[in-house]
């Protein structure tokens, strides 16, 4: 399906009745209501599309408003009514692109209605991007574990080494109840629940009023709170969105929440990384291997979810199992450590931002970089082996 958006496009609509189609299935169009007499002075060059209420209108009187449109200067038409008037069917066939939908009518068959007009008067439909990214998805293996820390440090991480203005966007796909926001002391602006089918439409324009900017060269795509926003938005939604931050953005880091959504698989197999974020205590690791273990069935055969261990601290702190028998109960080598840092960690929180902000010397701030070196596929000197020093 052609993913057309209507952001900014100018529907003209006849009859009182069609106003609130703005807030739903026609989101994004700039829509005039206005009553038959406005029809006199219509054209393609001012309206991109007209819809009609052909219930408000008297039969005769709007037949010979539609009569008197030019045939090839009127922009595409949609009369939509219980009941529709021969004499106003005839007078529209003489329209280049028009058509018409009985009442009652689902959002759905209004939307078809008009991209099919849209289509069939050959509005430009944009090429598929070239834009060459990388998303790296972040998942926690249990509650607590520091996967939305670690995906906002990834983010800040990689928008300091692009340099660029708005060149990663961390999008927040705990929809419901995300952290991520409050992390960084930003309101989330995504109020994708309202929008319903049309949000699945969305182009960078529409995706561009959503995001918050934290910080230089990051955007962050979060939900206010809706405790019923996962079962309002669609999986359609949810992918348009990060395909269109995909083709946006540089680098799009997603916090992806633990527990499987319709759209948890397919996101992940879209994903150029999977991070599983464990920390080093022996429920964790169980929860990541299985975690691993079904992601991966999930994705391309050669690919592997990565696991990252949070919170390495001294032993001195308490019986946390070393490196290697973590890497034991996971039944596979951890990929990254980040050190434990409470004071960074509780700072960054409290003050609203990245660790790298508040505390740039941590080793949280540290060990990330490493990470995303690492990632990136930037040598480091001996990465592994310095971690797991401090686990040991
Ligand atoms: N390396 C770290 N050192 C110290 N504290 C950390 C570290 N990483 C995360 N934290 C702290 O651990 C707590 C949980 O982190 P966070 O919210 O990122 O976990 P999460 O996996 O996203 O949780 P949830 O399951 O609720 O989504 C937070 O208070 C955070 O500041
Ligand atoms: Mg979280």
Not at 3 to 23: K, Q, T, Y
Not at 34 to 50: H, K
Not at 219 to 247: G, K, M, T, W, Y
Request: overall charge negative; some cysteine.
């Amino acid at each position: 399906m052609t993913h057309w958006s209507l952001l900014g496009r100018r529907v003209l609509a006849i009859g009182p009745a069609l106003g609130p189609l703005a807030r739903g299935p026609l989101f994004g169009a700039a829509l005039e209501v206005a009553g038959v007499e406005r029809l006199a002075d219509v054209s393609s060059a001012t309206v991109d599309l007209l819809l009609i209420d052909a219930d408000a209108v008297e039969p005769q009187v709007l037949a010979d408003a539609v009569a008197a449109l030019g045939a090839d200067s009127s922009p595409p038409t949609l009369v939509v009514g219980s009941r529709l008037p021969a004499s106003v069917v005839r007078a529209l066939m003489r329209i280049r692109t028009a058509d018409v939908l009985e009442s009652p009518f689902s959002d759905q068959d209004l939307q078809a209605a008009v991209y099919a007009l849209l289509d069939r008067d050959g509005m430009e439909v944009p090429a598929p991007s070239q834009h060459a990214s990388r998303c790296w998805s972040v998942v926690g293996a249990v509650g607590g574990s520091g996967a939305t820390t670690i995906a906002i440090e990834i983010a800040s991480a990689l928008a300091a080494r692009s340099g660029k203005d708005n060149s990663v966007c961390l999008v927040d796909l705990h929809l419901a109840d995300g952290a991520a926001a409050a992390y960084l002391g930003a309101a989330p602006a995504m109020a994708l629940a309202e929008f319903g089918p049309a949000a699945e439409r969305m182009d960078a324009a529409l995706l561009a009023a959503f995001t918050t900017p934290v910080g230089k060269g990051i955007d962050l795509l979060a939900c206010p709170r809706d405790p019923v926003a996962f079962e309002q938005i669609s999986r359609e939604a949810v992918l348009r969105i990060l395909e269109i931050a995909c083709d946006t953005y540089d680098f799009v880091v997603v916090d992806m929440p633990r527990h499987r959504r319709p759209w948890t698989l397919e996101a992940l197999a879209g994903s150029d990384e999977v991070l599983v974020v464990s920390e080093l205590t022996v429920p964790a690791l169980l929860a990541a291997r299985a975690l691993c273990g079904e992601i991966e069935a999930a994705l391309p055969p050669a690919r592997r979810a990565r696991v990252v261990l949070n919170r390495l601290a001294s032993r001195m702190f308490g019986p946390a199992p070393s490196t290697a028998e973590a890497e034991r109960a996971l039944e596979r080598q951890a990929d990254a450590g980040i050190a434990s840092d409470w004071e960074a960690a509780a700072a960054s929180v409290n003050l609203g931002g990245p660790v790298r902000q508040h505390r740039p010397k941590s080793k949280i701030v540290r060990d990330v970089a490493a990470l995303v070196d690492r990632l990136l596929g930037v040598e480091t000197q001996a990465r592994r082996s310095a971690w797991s020093r401090k686990a040991a």
